[in-house]
């Protein structure tokens, strides 16, 4: 079982940038597909943004704002938000795929972080 957990997330204006970071445990991260999920209020949990195997993935909402990386030496994946508009308010997931190859759907994860809330003022 891989243990996720998420940092970052706070209050911020219309137009700010924000940086969540999502450390995991496990000695072979380095081979995880790793994603990021959000709920907001009232939603469906949805895709945001993904890293794996297969290369990096956007939503198309959040493509051109939004930056995914990860540090294999810190066991670590962040999630870059800029321009951030008050529809990016949500609880922010981050997501964990041991075989590498991940995906858009949340069910391709297994192991899942408790989240941290972002919240976007206008």
């Known amino acids: 079982q891989v243990q996720l957990v998420e940092s970052g997330g706070g209050l911020v204006q219309a137009g700010g940038s924000l940086r969540l970071s999502c450390a995991a445990s496990?000695?072979?991260?380095?081979?995880?597909?790793m994603g990021w999920f959000r709920q907001g209020p009232g939603k469906e949990r949805e895709f945001v943004a993904r890293?794996?195997?297969?290369?990096?993935y956007y939503a198309d909402s959040v493509a051109g704002r939004f930056t995914i990386s990860r540090d294999n030496t810190k066991n670590s994946v962040y999630l870059q938000m800029n321009n951030l508009k008050p529809e990016d308010t949500a609880v922010y997931y981050c997501a964990a795929d041991p075989t590498g190859w991940g995906g858009s759907q949340q069910t391709t994860y297994g192991n899942w972080g408790q989240g941290t809330q972002v919240t976007v003022s206008s």
């Open positions: 890293i794996g195997r297969s290369g990096i």
């Open positions: 496990g000695r072979a991260f380095s081979t995880y597909a």
